[in-house]
């Protein structure tokens, strides 16, 4: 959906808004199931008219929606938001949308990001994708040759797949050369290309005093499951549950797998989860329909999604 032509989503959005409030209720609740909606960092201007765009549904805690199915009850008519990584700047400016709406949020944290920004390996590699120049560049890794649109595409994708297939040992000295690279050679500069800066843990216990906002884990560094051992898992498991519930207070029970798909989730991952949280939510795109709660599934808001695509990426489940 994210690289449909703008004319087609355009249309799209059209048809989205034509649908009227209360037919729109019914078309959702009508599928017998609720949905988790899965934010990164989307302008909060955008992020209001998205969800409002579901008027007429319940904005429900993530932690109510996750007790329902645990008994066996309905979330027809219900939604949960949540939203990953823990940038500063989107915390605060989604934390204040919420709160004026009273939309409770939950925020899954990498908490070594936040001890560390510059440990944020998959931010790092965001800006450094958008920021790729064509031509050729050599690293002591070997020549990379992106002298064509084609080429670049191919780096990029075989970039990520490292990134969420292989152990981080594998490529962090390359992206952080990379970034080294395109700085010297004036393609971006370091603000532009390093990780920013994420919520402080002063805060995340500020904001913890209301029942509105939720944190919860993302692990410790935000490396793909599949590539660790289990003691290795755990011990991501268990310091990152920790570290937030001091920080806040309240339990931390609910757990967001890192880049969220079956290849970077594993099989042994699940399993794990299930000694330590109440749920583990992916990046897999779907409704609540009896799920395993240890591999829930989510509905992927982009930040140029429309209010009408946001409803028909729900709707067309």
């Known amino acids: ?96 949308a919420a709160l004026d709406r009273r939309w409770p949020v939950t925020f899954y944290l990498p908490t070594q990001y936040l001890d560390d920004p510059a440990s944020a390996i998959h931010m790092l590699w965001t800006n450094l994708s958008a920021h790729l120049p064509l031509g050729t ?62 919520i402080t843990w002063k805060e995340v216990t500020e904001y913890s005093k209301t029942d509105l906002l939720d944190f919860q884990s993302h692990g410790v560094s935000h490396e793909a499951a599949s590539v660790m051992n289990a003691a290795q898992f755990e011990s991501e498991l268990k310091v990152s549950q920790i570290k937030i519930r001091e920080a806040t207070g309240k339990p931390c029970r609910h757990f967001c797998y890192p880049f969220g798909g079956h290849v970077s989730i594993g099989a042994k991952a699940p399993k794990l989860a299930a000694k330590y949280y109440d749920s583990a939510v992916t990046m897999a795109r779907g409704r609540l329909r009896g799920n395993e709660l240890m591999m829930l599934p989510r509905v992927a808001i982009q930040d140029q999604d429309s209010p009408g695509l946001a409803r028909l990426k729900v709707l067309t489940i």
């Open 1 to 96: 959906m994210s690289r449909i032509p703008n004319w087609l989503r355009e249309t799209l959005g059209f048809i989205g808004t034509s649908l009227t409030c209360v037919g729109l209720e019914r078309l959702l609740s009508g599928f017998g199931n609720g949905f988790i909606l899965g934010y990164h960092n989307p302008p909060s201007k955008r992020f209001i008219e998205q969800i409002e765009a579901f008027r007429g549904l319940k904005i429900t805690p993530l932690s109510e929606m996750v007790d329902r199915i645990r008994r066996g009850q309905s979330t027809a008519g219900c939604l949960a938001i949540t939203v990953d990584d823990g940038v500063r700047t989107t915390v605060q400016a989604l934390s204040s």
């Open 137 to 198: 560049f050599k690293l002591s890794s070997g020549t990379y040759e992106l002298t064509d649109k084609e080429k670049r595409m191919k780096f990029r994708k075989a970039m990520k797949h490292r990134l969420h297939t292989r152990p981080m040992s594998e490529y962090e000295s390359l992206f952080r050369e990379l970034r080294d690279h395109l700085v010297s050679s004036g393609a971006a500069t370091l603000e532009e290309l390093n990780p920013a800066p994420p």
